[in-house]
């Protein structure tokens, strides 16, 4: 799914997160409503369809059930704003608004032409790690990595980075982040993205015993579930990450490059009729 930012409809952004969330598990306007605190199973259906609107509270409602929040929720307003402007001028300040929004938290769409950021771990953190640590020798930045990378290696990704637009080098040395986020579209190679996902697991495992508890933190838990309440744990997931990246973009004077991975498997098969009193 686009970012938000790249659209000029609302119902258009509603339509398209419902389609993704039912192309990806159980999911239905029922439940969509509900999430949004609707009694009526209908009511998005008809809104998406253009029968109906939203109200400032309903459009608060709604931003909540689909995850936004920070700037994405900011955005999500304006669009419905839009919508319901009917003069010009109206439409222009709220269209210039917009774009501001969208100018100062623009998310990079890795697509296939650029797999190779996920090919390691080695990429994103130096993505992270060089705009910190300006003027540097690619010596120190490989020096300052806890997993080993070579100054060779450092200087080659650097070079790719800049080359495919995830940095951007403003002087000797000195690189800034083209765009606050980067995420991966569903039809970016989805074997190197999951080589990621595989890679980062492992350096978690080692993380358990190689850094104290004032410097990680795990924790976890073993739950039942179905079809339906998986559906919600995952859109629950998707909307602490969506916090958290708004967190990260709002920081300034960052110092150090973490690793954040959320999980959710199955610890056995399903139970056909199965039943919890």
């Known amino acids: 799914m686009k970012p938000i930012t790249e659209y000029k409809d609302y119902r258009k952004y ?3 997160f419902y389609d ?13 409503s509900k999430l949004a605190g609707f009694t009526s199973p209908t009511y998005l259906k008809l809104v998406c369809e253009g029968k109906s609107g939203l ?3 309903k459009m608060l409602q709604v931003s909540k059930a ?17 919508a319901k402007a009917t003069k010009d001028a109206d439409k222009k300040a709220t269209l210039l608004k917009m774009e501001k929004i969208a100018l100062e938290h623009k998310v990079r769409v890795v697509d296939s032409e650029t797999f190779q950021y996920y090919e390691s771990w080695k990429y994103p953190v130096l993505r992270e790690l060089a705009p910190m640590m300006p003027g540097v020798q690619p010596r120190k930045l490989a020096d300052e990595c806890k997993e080993y990378v070579s100054a060779e290696e450092v200087r080659d990704i650097l070079a790719f980075l800049v080359k495919t637009g995830f940095l951007k080098k403003n002087g000797d040395k000195v690189y800034t982040q083209t765009e606050k986020s980067v995420t991966g579209s569903p039809e970016a190679l989805p074997i190197a993205i999951r080589s990621m996902h595989k890679e980062m697991g492992n350096m978690a495992v080692r993380a358990v015993d190689r850094y104290s508890a004032s410097e990680r933190y795990f924790t976890g838990m073993t739950i039942g579930v179905n079809e339906t309440n998986y559906s919600r744990i995952v859109a629950e997931i998707d909307s602490c990450a969506r916090k958290i990246a708004a967190i990260a973009n709002e920081t300034e004077n960052l110092n150090q490059v973490y690793g954040l991975n959320f999980q959710l498997f199955p610890f056995t098969n399903k139970i056909e009729g199965g039943s919890h009193a």
């Open 66 to 82: 689909m995850g936004l929040t920070g700037y994405e929720e900011e955005y999500f307003s304006l669009l419905v704003v839009l």
């Open 55 to 57: 109200s400032k509270v």
């Open 14 to 16: 509603m339509q398209d």
């Open 20 to 32: 993704e969330r039912k192309r990806t598990g159980a999911f239905s306007w029922r439940e969509f």
